[in-house]
C-alpha cells in the first residue's frame, strides 16, 4: 500500500508539474553514473551527458534562482573555466597526424567533463533535496560502494596470486581506481551518517574497515595512507561535539587499520620496500623508479614551463624535457612518461597551459574548499582533500574516467548534504 500510495503521489507530482520527471531522470542519471563509472567509464558518460542534457531545461526554469546566490555560482563557473581552457588549448596545439593523439584526447575528454559537471551543479543547487531524496541517494550510494567491494573482492578471488594481483575494477590503471575507491567511500561513509541508525558509529567503524582493504588491494600507496586520515578526518568533523565518542572511535579507528592490515601485511610491506628502494635510487640519480619518475616528471615539468610560461603543445614539452634529461640524468625517468602526463596536476598543467592554467587550477582547488566552508560541508572538505591531495601524485582531471570519477563526487555531496545558501525547493 505504501508502495502504491508514493507512486500515486510521483504520477500526480508529473502531472501537475512536468519538469518533476525531468529532475527525477536528472537525478536518478548522477546515480546511475556513480555506480556505472568504475565498472565501465565508457557508458557511465553516456548517462552523465544525458543528465547534463536535462540540467538545461532545470537551470532555465530556475534561472532567478540560480542567478540569484552568487556563492552556489562560483564552483561551477571556475569547473566551466577550467574544463575550456583544457579544450581550447587543445584546439590550439593538436596538429593533424600528431603522435601525442591520445594524450590530446585525455586532455580534451577531461575538460568536457568539467563542463559537463559544471551544468549539473548548477541544475543541483537550484533545489533544495528533501530529506526523502537525501535519504534515497545515501541508501544509493551505500548500495553503490557495496557493489564495487563485492566486484573488487570477485576480481581478487579470480587472480592466480592474489597478494601480487592489484584490482582496477573497470579501469584502465590501478592507482585512478583507488583515487575514485577513495571519493566513493568517502560518500559513503557521509550516507551512513544520514541514515542515523541506530548504530550508526559501528556502522561507520565497519565501513571503514571493508573500504580500506579493498582501497589495499589496489596497491596505491598514496590512497593507503590518504583515505584513512580523510575518512577519521570525516567522522571527527561530525562528531566534534561529542569529545567521549571521538576517544573511543579515534581508538575503534587504530584497531581497524590494525585489522585491516593483517591479512594484507605482504601487500604493504612489499609497497614499503619499493619505496625504499625508489628513493634510494633516485637518490643516487636513478629516476626510473615508480617514485623516482614522478619526483623527475615534477622537476622536468617546471623547468618546461618556465621556457614557455604562456604555454606549449606537447610535441614542444617533450622536446625541451629530452634537452633536459641529456644534461641532468636524474630526470631521464621523466622520458617514458612524456606521451601520457607527468603525474602532477599542477606541474603538468604549468608545463602545458604555463601562467594561466595554473592560476585557473588553483583557484579551483580554492573554490571547492571555500565552498565547502560556506555551506559547512565536512563531506565536500574531504572530497576537495581528495582531488587536490591526489593531484600530488598523478592527474585527476584528464581522461574520461578519472575526470568523471573526481567531479561526479562534487555532484553528489550535493545531493547527499543540506546547503543553508541554497534557495528553498521548487519541487
Known amino acids: 500500500m505504501l508502495r502504491q500510495h508514493m507512486f500515486s503521489r510521483f504520477i500526480n507530482s508529473i502531472k501537475n508539474n512536468p519538469f518533476d520527471s525531468i529532475y527525477f531522470l536528472f537525478y536518478a542519471g548522477i546515480l546511475a553514473t556513480l555506480a556505472m563509472v568504475l565498472v565501465n567509464p565508457d557508458e557511465a558518460l553516456k548517462v552523465f551527458i544525458f543528465s547534463t542534457a536535462l540540467s538545461l531545461p532545470l537551470i532555465g526554469k530556475n534561472i532567478k534562482h540560480v542567478c540569484s546566490n552568487k556563492q552556489n555560482l562560483v564552483l561551477p563557473f571556475m569547473l566551466l573555466l577550467f574544463g575550456l581552457l583544457q579544450i581550447i588549448w587543445v584546439e590550439i596545439f593538436k596538429q593533424p597526424g600528431s603522435a601525442f593523439t591520445g594524450a590530446y584526447r585525455s586532455y580534451q575528454n ?229 606521451d601520457v602526463h607527468l603525474h602532477n596536476e599542477i606541474a603538468d598543467t604549468f608545463s602545458l597551459k604555463g601562467i594561466t592554467g595554473v592560476v585557473v587550477l588553483l583557484l579551483l582547488y580554492a573554490t571547492m574548499f571555500l565552498r565547502a566552508y560556506w555551506q559547512r560541508s565536512p563531506l565536500l572538505f574531504v572530497i576537495s582533500g581528495a582531488i587536490a591531495i591526489y593531484g600530488l601524485s598523478d592527474l585527476l582531471l584528464y581522461a574520461k574516467g578519472e575526470a568523471l570519477s573526481s567531479v561526479l563526487a562534487l555532484c553528489v555531496t550535493t545531493m547527499l548534504t543540506l546547503d543553508p545558501t541554497r534557495e528553498s525547493s521548487h519541487d
Open 110 to 338: 577531461g575538460g568536457k567533463v568539467m563542463v559537463f559537471a559544471a551544468l549539473v551543479i548548477a541544475a543541483l543547487t537550484s533545489y533544495v533535496p528533501s530529506a526523502n531524496k537525501i535519504r534515497l541517494a545515501s541508501v544509493w550510494v551505500i548500495l553503490t560502494a557495496i557493489g564495487l567491494y563485492l566486484f573488487a573482492g570477485y576480481q581478487l578471488a579470480g587472480a592466480a596470486d592474489p597478494l601480487e594481483y592489484r584490482v582496477a575494477l573497470g579501469f584502465e590503471h590501478q592507482t585512478g581506481t583507488a583515487y575514485a575507491l577513495t571519493l566513493i567511500a568517502l560518500l559513503a561513509s557521509q550516507a551512513i551518517i544520514n541514515l542515523r541508525l541506530k548504530h550508526t558509529v559501528s556502522l561507520y567503524l565497519l565501513h571503514f574497515l571493508i573500504s580500506l582493504a579493498v582501497i589495499i588491494t589496489t596497491q596505491t600507496r598514496a590512497a593507503i595512507l590518504v583515505y584513512p586520515i580523510l575518512s577519521i578526518s570525516l567522522f571527527l568533523m561530525r562528531y566534534s561535539h561529542n569529545r567521549t565518542m571521538l576517544l573511543k572511535a579515534l581508538l575503534g579507528f587504530v584497531i581497524l587499520v590494525v585489522v585491516a592490515s593483517i591479512p594484507l601485511k605482504s601487500i604493504i610491506e612489499n609497497r614499503y620496500q619499493n619505496t625504499m628502494t625508489d628513493l634510494h635510487s633516485y637518490s643516487q640519480n636513478n629516476s626510473n623508479t615508480s617514485i623516482g619518475a614522478r619526483l623527475a616528471m615534477q622537476r622536468a615539468g617546471i623547468e618546461a614551463g618556465k621556457v614557455h610560461l604562456w604555454g606549449q603543445s606537447l610535441e614542444q614539452r617533450s622536446s625541451e624535457i629530452q634537452r633536459f634529461a641529456v644534461q641532468d640524468r636524474s630526470l631521464q625517468g621523466a622520458i617514458k612518461f612524456l
